[in-house]
């Protein structure tokens, strides 16, 4: 696709007395910043449905923005991968020429349970689901279990994803939890919904972040290295009609189409952002990616593959597991993702990272989610 | 009958044959005229060729735990004191999954591939539950 990203900022705050709006304001403006632009420069916007159902329109109206391209897609925590790839698509056709992703969320100081409240949505499913005490944690819950019925993973293997984690949030000063743990620690948490026990489950923070694309020739101006998207794809999983295999993510859709866009082989990624919500979600994706065959995830997370260091390592913020969680992630898997190809982590960064791979999933791995994954690669 | 202080199901004309069969004790789930398919969760149109020709028929009812969780911590609404309560897909003998709470036995039993059969419970005057239980 012919797009940069250009600029990216982390609100660095994991709880705040500021509002949404004023938390993807100061983001926009740090990212925009970055990228040696300024707000009249912006023409494409693309965030999530507020509470409001009206997408963009709030923060519009707050940042006084006037762009000719929108879009509110609101498919969970992959949506700002997915916004991030129609913003590529969006300027690869020259529908505007620099976009700002946006997301803003005071989840934590609303006190907000993110994953253990009834999931009711409010539409016609909610009868057949919401209503038997069905949570977020729950439905991830269930398709781990089945993981350990058909494959014999393990709840320790489960809890080596959240070490790794940890271990690089240990790096990150602004990760919320940095203090190390061992499989120990996750197996001795308090279960919340079998088999996953609370080290299992992603924190809950205040947060946002903000991402800008551009134009490639808008690039000889940048401050900062662009980063190319190389690959894209995203696609959904849901109960269909009662026959699903839970086993299998969107991840599996979107694999072979990102790849194959790219050109690029698994062996060629340097390190991976991979939505962790719960531990139960990077094992999947693993598998579904093709990193690993189906099954063999939890023999594949052990032994520190997926820490600075081993094969594959993911999640070099701390992710989901240790650092920040509003609510949504995937803006972050894209922000973190472009550090480490600046080569801009310090005591975390991946040696020579030129190649990063990011998956968003949002929704539930045990009802309905997206999948939305990126390559993105040196400039 | 005790005031029932969980979510209950908001009932609508496309939904009605589906809750009054649980009245009955019946699960129906729906069959396509068109193209055969049973489905469920019901809805207005077949999920396979998305035509309104659709049949209800009564499950047999019985079926095996695909998979399940036993939640411990919970905020959902009315839970809370319900800890711990096995959360479930039972994939029916028609072949459908259903999601829903296995109940009657204790929740440290429960295993993948567990067989079960539906139950009802009446929650309030108006609303009966499906519920599922050890078969």
Not at chain 1, 69 to 77: A, E, K, M, P
Not at chain 1, 196 to 201: G, P, S, Y
Not at chain 1, 261 to 271: F, K, L, N, P, W
Not at chain 2, 88 to 96: C, D, K, Q
Request: charged share 20%.
């Amino acid at each position: 696709m012919n797009a940069l990203i250009a600029g990216v900022h982390e609100f660095p705050e994991r709880k705040t007395v500021r509002s949404a709006l004023e938390i993807q304001a100061l983001s926009a403006r740090a990212a925009l910043d970055e990228a040696g632009l300024t707000p009249r420069d912006v023409d494409g916007y693309f965030t999530v449905a507020g509470s409001g159902g009206t997408g963009p329109l709030p923060i519009l109206d707050y940042l006084n923005l006037n762009p000719r391209y929108i879009d509110g897609t609101s498919v969970g925590g992959a949506s700002f991968v997915v916004h991030t790839h129609h913003a590529a698509a969006a300027i690869t056709q020259g529908r505007c020429r620099v976009a700002l992703v946006t997301y803003g969320s005071t989840a934590r100081s609303s006190g907000i349970p993110v994953g253990t409240r009834e999931r009711i949505a409010g539409d016609y499913l909610d009868q057949f689901e919401g209503i038997y005490g069905t949570s977020t944690v729950g439905l991830y819950a269930m398709v781990a279990q089945r993981h350990m019925h058909e494959y014999e993973t393990t709840e320790a293997q489960l809890a080596q994803i959240a070490v790794a984690c940890r271990r690089h949030a240990g790096l990150n000063p602004a990760a919320l939890y940095r203090d190390p743990i061992t499989v120990k620690d996750v197996l001795t948490s308090p279960v919340i919904s079998t088999p996953l026990h609370l080290l299992d489950c992603c924190v809950i923070t205040d947060g946002g972040g903000a991402v800008v694309l551009v134009h490639p020739d808008l690039a000889r101006n940048l401050p900062k290295p662009g980063i190319r998207i190389l690959g894209a794809a995203e696609a959904v999983a849901h109960t269909s009609a009662g026959r699903r295999d839970y086993l299998v993510s969107a991840a599996a859709q979107t694999a072979p189409r990102a790849f194959g866009e790219a050109g690029v082989s698994h062996g060629d990624v340097d390190m991976a952002m991979i939505y962790d919500s719960f531990t139960i979600t990077v094992l999947m994706t693993l598998e579904d990616l093709g990193f690993c065959k189906k099954g063999e995830g939890g023999r594949f997370v052990e032994d520190g593959r997926l820490e600075l260091g081993g094969e594959l390592p993911i999640n070099t913020d701390g992710g989901g597991l240790s650092s920040n969680h509003p609510g949504m992630r995937g803006i972050f898997l894209i922000i973190e993702a472009v550090r480490q190809l600046r080569g801009e982590c310090g005591p975390r960064q991946v040696k020579n990272c030129r190649l990063a791979l990011v998956h968003g999933t949002g929704g539930a791995l045990g009802s309905r989610h997206s999948g939305a994954t990126l390559i993105l690669g040196r400039g | 009958m005790a005031e029932y202080a969980k979510p209950l199901p908001d009932i609508t004309p496309e939904s009605r044959p589906f809750w009054e069969g649980c009245r009955r004790r019946e699960f129906l789930i729906q069959r396509c005229r068109g193209c055969g398919e049973f489905q469920h969760y019901p809805r207005g149109v077949c999920a396979r060729c998305w035509s309104s020709d659709l049949e209800w028929l009564k499950s047999a009812g019985r079926g095996r735990v695909y998979t399940f969780t036993v939640t411990h911590r919970t905020q959902a609404r009315g839970f809370k004191d319900e800890t711990p309560y096995v959360l479930a897909y039972v994939e029916l003998e028609e072949g459908v999954q259903v999601l829903g709470n296995v109940v009657g036995g204790d929740p440290a039993r429960v295993a993948v591939g567990m067989p079960v059969r539906v139950t009802f419970e009446d929650v309030t005057s108006d609303v009966t539950l499906p519920r599922f239980e050890p078969a």
